[in-house]
């Protein structure tokens, strides 16, 4: 299992940026873990506007604090664990 909380290394950039000072990136896996729902259903939340930076073309990251304040902005929700 992958830890929510993921940190890239000093060295890695995304689209020009420094991700070591910026907030916790996550995988799609990580999404899916934090919101309680499949990666499928994750990539269904990217058609409907989930925030995301997609540093190539394969590869897509979270800023997890956007993911979960546009969760709840679409849901009213923190998870659906709730539900």
Do not use: H
């Not at 907030?23 to 058609?47: E, F």
């Not at 190539?56 to 902005?73: G, I, P, Q």
């Amino acid at each position: 299992m992958e830890n929510i909380n993921f940190q890239p290394e000093q060295s890695e950039k995304i689209d020009g940026l420094d991700c070591a000072s910026s907030a916790p990136l996550g995988k799609k896996r990580d999404v899916a873990k934090m919101l309680n729902v499949s990666c499928r259903t994750v990539d269904n939340y990217i058609a409907e506007g989930c925030p995301f930076i997609k540093p190539s073309a394969r590869c897509c990251r979270f800023d997890l604090a956007d993911v979960k304040v546009w969760f709840k902005t679409q849901y009213g929700q923190q998870s659906r664990k709730s539900w």
